[in-house]
């Protein structure tokens, strides 16, 4: 269960992005992070996206879960 919802999460994930970006790669997105970054680069980005990847997961919540009720 834990799998699907990870799954399920990772492929709306890159429903949005490719929404916002038509000619988004994203097999090269599937790769995962770009090489090059080092360890504190990856750090600062992921606290930058954090509160707007929580706004994202809270939308996508209501929109799934309330709607199913």
Known sequence: ???D???????WSFVI???HYEN??????SQ???PGYFDAE?????????PLA???STKMEDEIILSKN
């Open 5 to 11: 919802a990870l799954r399920f999460d990772v492929h």
């Open 42 to 50: 990856l750090e600062d980005i992921e606290k930058e996206v954090a």
């Open 1 to 3: 269960m834990v799998r």
């Open 17 to 19: 992005a490719h929404s």
């Open 32 to 34: 995962g992070f770009t």
């Open 24 to 29: 988004i790669d994203l097999e090269t997105m």
């Open 54 to 56: 929580h706004d994202l």
